[in-house]
């Protein structure tokens, strides 16, 4: 997993720990759909390829959950849980299903 999506600090903690290796970038629920959350971002960060994967945590309340997550890129292939944390994975590219 390199290129994904998360909740605000999720993203911004993956992304600084792996010096990059892995981007997180920052999303948030909006009328029911997924989209970019712009506050310290660069729109250019969410038109790379290929995203397969969206991080949230417990504790923050941005909307993403497994059911906004369905509801917005489809059932995910796999889910991941550490902690706070849960990871989902998809077997394609979630990017173009980004609502912008």
Known sequence: LHYGYGSFW????????????????QVVVR???V????WFADQAWYT??????LVFDSFEDFGLNL?????????PA??????IYTV???????????AQ
């Open 48 to 53: 790379q390829t290929p995203a397969r994967f």
């Open 10 to 25: 999720s993203a911004a903690t993956t992304t600084a720990h792996s010096k990059g290796k892995v981007k997180v970038r």
């Open 31 to 33: 009328d029911g759909k």
């Open 67 to 75: 059911e906004s997550a369905t509801r917005n890129f489809g059932p």
């Open 88 to 98: 989902l994975v998809w077997d394609k590219d979630i990017t173009p299903l980004l």
């Open 35 to 38: 989209k970019p959350y712009m």
């Open 78 to 83: 796999r889910i991941h849980t550490d902690g």
